[in-house]
């Protein structure tokens, strides 16, 4: 088995590096340069001073007001322009009145893409667009380099960094500038309270993990345990298939399928300890030696092709699995029809079992399966990566220092961490004297039908702008499922698989201009050409006798080259400090 580079333990949701003593090195990329900019050093200027723990107001009230571009809110029915309460209670806390300027989510890339990219009237702060990338915002001069202005106005962001360094690593570019303040998954911060002490706890694994899950009440119904090797995986989705789970006298279950896209299934890959970040999605990894490889041409890689072949073969995996969307395969569960499902994330399993329910079928359960025991008997879950560049300052902001501090304090305060995580305490959360927060039962049994999440969406939290995913936010969102507390705090540290540093087009590893441009060239190239094979492989259209010639072909594509843009990558983001 292949030996990767594990490393656990001190920040649940990112990987765990030992910095190394240094700046950020691999050269400079685009137009701007760290020696030229007087924003661009790390610890700021010598005259600069360390932020210090802001006294509110910020200002005046009234006296100042930032503009804000933004996807609007994920509950469709309060507009952040409505002046949600959570913002209300930022602009009293704060003094700072917020000018919105809000964008249909699905509208949001194209209309602010199309004005990032004409330089023109930009407000204060904007959030940035999925598919931008933005490190190469700040190399156009487009959004300022942050670097001073961290250092000397955001006193939270900095309390965070020193803690965890890899929040720094996750956030600077490939010049040595910062430029985007960063939102947070799980990982990093477990209660509000810990902001205000600066005692942070490591949180250890998820609790929103991406899992498998399984219907228990038919795995009870077959009097099956819950899978834990492979085998038990093939003889369970065996039963489903033949036994008639569902009870309709019809073989019309589907033992299995993916959730969102065809990567789903590679998780069964974690039996021959082939480990994928988070959602399955990535195709990086580090070795003991410290050197990346490519995920999608090793001996562990062929073994899960191998595995989901043959499940395919005998009809337990969906004929439809590579074409899958949430969609597809939440009706699929609705009709009461699936089985298992190889990825998903457990803040869904709640619906699922309501849809179920809502459809006739009393005793639906859907549960988590922890991961297949590898070949070492180990059981190990993968954490998500959790550092995301989500919020730019523009270079028309003409109060920059303020922009900062109110991100500072709107992201990781006390107060803004309660804010964008409970709401509005009386409202939607109560909070004992010994600390313990509750949601209340207008936010728990709301009479306009509405969940917990989006109740708190409608007042403003969880929402777009950055705020850190707290592990206490979850435990009070899922106070009434007990059950999926105690799983996701069931792995020790030793179990927990920090994952490799990439999310999508955000991707944290500082590319250059030049990096990018080899990545623009080759990375789709094999990508699609991966995916088309596997498909192929899989449904047997292409003999698995031929994986050597697959993975020359891949190899021919600059598989190298592109190696050594992400190795030169991933040293440079272990180098920052």
Same mark, same amino acid.
């Given at each position: 088995?292949?030996?990767?580079?594990?490393?656990?333990?001190?920040?649940?949701?990112?990987?765990?590096?030992?910095?190394?003593?240094?700046?950020?090195?691999?050269?400079?990329?685009?137009?701007?340069?760290?020696?030229?900019?007087?924003?661009?050093?790390?610890?700021?200027?010598?005259?600069?001073?360390?932020?210090?723990?802001?006294?509110?107001?910020?200002?005046?009230?009234?006296?100042?007001?930032?503009?804000?571009?933004?996807?609007?809110?994920?509950?469709?029915?309060?507009?952040?322009?409505?002046?949600?309460?959570?913002?209300?209670?930022?602009?009293?806390?704060?003094?700072?009145?917020?000018?919105?300027?809000?964008?249909?989510?699905?509208?949001?890339?194209?209309?602010?893409?199309?004005?990032?990219?004409?330089?023109?009237?930009?407000?204060?702060?904007?959030?940035?667009?999925?598919?931008?990338?933005?490190?190469?915002?700040?190399?156009?001069?487009?959004?300022?380099?942050?670097?001073?202005?961290?250092?000397?106005?955001?006193?939270?962001?900095?309390?965070?960094?020193?803690?965890?360094?890899?929040?720094?690593?996750?956030?600077?570019?490939?010049?040595?500038?910062?430029?985007?303040?960063?939102?947070?998954?799980?990982?990093?911060?477990?209660?509000?309270?810990?902001?205000?002490?600066?005692?942070?706890?490591?949180?250890?694994?998820?609790?929103?993990?991406? =899992?498998?899950?399984?219907? @228990?009440?038919? #795995?009870?119904? !077959? $009097?099956?345990?819950?899978? +834990?090797? &492979?085998? /038990?995986?093939?003889?369970?989705?065996?039963?489903?298939?033949?036994?008639?789970?569902?009870?309709?006298?019809?073989?019309?279950?589907?033992?299995?399928?993916?959730?969102?896209?065809?990567?789903?299934?590679?998780?069964?890959?974690?039996?021959?300890?082939?480990?994928?970040?988070?959602?399955?999605?990535?195709?990086?990894?580090?070795?003991?030696?410290?050197?990346?490889?490519?995920?999608? =041409?090793?001996?562990?890689? @062929?073994?899960? #092709?191998?595995? !989901? $072949?043959?499940?395919?073969? +005998?009809? &337990?995996? /969906?004929?439809?699995?590579?074409?899958?969307?949430?969609?597809?395969?939440?009706?699929?569960?609705?009709?009461?029809?699936?089985?298992?499902?190889?990825?998903?994330?457990?803040?869904?399993?709640?619906?699922?079992?309501?849809?179920?329910?809502?459809?006739?079928?009393?005793?639906?359960?859907?549960?988590?399966?922890?991961?297949?025991?590898?070949?070492?008997?180990?059981?190990?879950?993968?954490?998500?990566?959790?550092?995301?560049?989500?919020?730019?300052?523009?270079?028309?902001?003409?109060?920059?220092? &303020?922009?900062?501090?109110?991100?500072?304090?709107?992201?990781?305060?006390?107060?803004?961490?309660?804010?964008?995580?409970?709401?509005?305490?009386?409202?939607?959360?109560?909070?004992?004297?010994?600390?313990?927060?509750?949601?209340?039962?207008?936010?728990?049994?709301?009479?306009?039908?509405?969940?917990?999440?989006?109740?708190?969406?409608?007042?403003?939290?969880?929402?777009?702008?950055?705020?850190?995913?707290?592990?206490?936010?979850?435990?009070?969102?899922?106070?009434?499922?007990?059950?999926?507390?105690?799983?996701?705090?069931?792995?020790?540290?030793?179990?927990?698989?920090?994952?490799?540093?990439?999310?999508?087009?955000?991707?944290?590893?500082?590319?250059?201009?030049?990096?990018?441009?080899?990545?623009?060239?080759?990375?789709?190239?094999?990508?699609?050409?991966?995916?088309?094979?596997?498909?192929?492989?899989?449904?047997?259209?292409?003999?698995?006798?031929?994986?050597?010639?697959?993975?020359?072909?891949?190899?021919?594509?600059?598989?190298?080259?592109?190696?050594?843009?992400?190795?030169?990558?991933?040293?440079?983001?272990?180098?920052?400090?």
């Amino acid at each position: 088995m292949r030996r990767y580079k594990k490393i656990m333990g001190a920040i649940a949701g990112t990987l765990v590096i030992s910095l190394l003593a240094g700046c950020a090195g691999g050269g400079s990329a685009g137009s701007q340069d760290a020696n030229q900019n007087p924003q661009a050093s790390g610890s700021g200027s010598p005259e600069g001073k360390r932020a210090e723990k802001p006294e509110l107001p910020l200002v005046d009230e009234g006296t100042e007001t930032l503009t804000i571009a933004t996807m609007d809110n994920w509950y469709a029915t309060k507009s952040y322009s409505d002046n949600l309460p959570v913002y209300q209670e930022f602009e009293k806390l704060t003094g700072v009145k917020i000018e919105w300027e809000v964008i249909p989510i699905n509208d949001y890339d194209q209309v602010m893409g199309t004005r990032l990219a004409s330089g023109q009237n930009l407000p204060d702060i904007f959030m940035i667009p999925w598919e931008a990338n933005g490190d190469q915002l700040g190399f156009d001069g487009i959004s300022m380099p942050l670097n001073q202005l961290i250092e000397e106005n955001a006193y939270y962001l900095n309390q965070l960094m020193d803690q965890y360094p890899v929040v720094r690593s996750g956030i600077t570019a490939s010049d040595g500038n910062i430029y985007a303040y960063p939102g947070f998954g799980e990982g990093f911060v477990n209660t509000a309270d810990e902001m205000d002490t600066g005692e942070l706890t490591d949180p250890g694994a998820n609790l929103c993990l991406n =899992i498998s899950m399984i219907r @228990k009440d038919w #795995l009870d119904k !077959l $009097n099956l345990d819950m899978p +834990e090797t &492979l085998d /038990d995986w093939y003889n369970v989705l065996k039963a489903f298939k033949t036994q008639d789970p569902n009870g309709n006298g019809k073989a019309d279950e589907i033992p299995l399928t993916s959730t969102f896209n065809v990567r789903d299934i590679y998780r069964f890959g974690e039996a021959f300890g082939l480990y994928r970040s988070g959602n399955a999605e990535c195709r990086w990894e580090i070795g003991e030696d410290g050197k990346l490889f490519f995920k999608d =041409i090793t001996e562990e890689y @062929k073994k899960t #092709l191998e595995f !989901l $072949n043959k499940i395919y073969s +005998e009809g &337990l995996l /969906d004929p439809e699995y590579a074409t899958s969307t949430y969609d597809k395969t939440t009706e699929k569960i609705s009709r009461n029809l699936l089985g298992a499902l190889s990825s998903d994330w457990m803040s869904n399993i709640g619906t699922y079992n309501s849809n179920l329910k809502t459809a006739g079928v009393e005793n639906a359960n859907w549960v988590p399966v922890k991961p297949i025991r590898n070949m070492d008997g180990e059981t190990l879950i993968t954490n998500r990566w959790s550092v995301w560049k989500t919020a730019a300052i523009s270079k028309d902001c003409n109060n920059p220092e &303020l922009a900062m501090k109110w991100l500072d304090f709107q992201t990781l305060s006390t107060e803004g961490v309660a804010l964008t995580n409970f709401g509005i305490e009386g409202t939607s959360y109560t909070k004992t004297d010994d600390g313990k927060i509750s949601l209340t039962d207008v936010a728990v049994n709301n009479p306009d039908g509405i969940g917990p999440q989006e109740y708190l969406r409608s007042l403003g939290a969880w929402g777009q702008l950055p705020y850190p995913q707290a592990k206490e936010g979850y435990e009070v969102l899922w106070a009434d499922q007990p059950d999926i507390l105690e799983f996701g705090n069931s792995f020790t540290s030793d179990q927990v698989v920090q994952p490799f540093p990439n999310n999508g087009t955000k991707a944290a590893l500082p590319f250059t201009d030049e990096e990018n441009a080899i990545r623009s060239e080759i990375e789709t190239n094999i990508e699609t050409y991966c995916d088309e094979m596997a498909i192929k492989f899989i449904e047997g259209k292409e003999s698995l006798d031929k994986f050597d010639d697959y993975v020359a072909t891949v190899e021919s594509y600059g598989l190298d080259q592109l190696l050594e843009v992400h190795q030169e990558a991933y040293e440079r983001f272990v180098s920052t400090k």
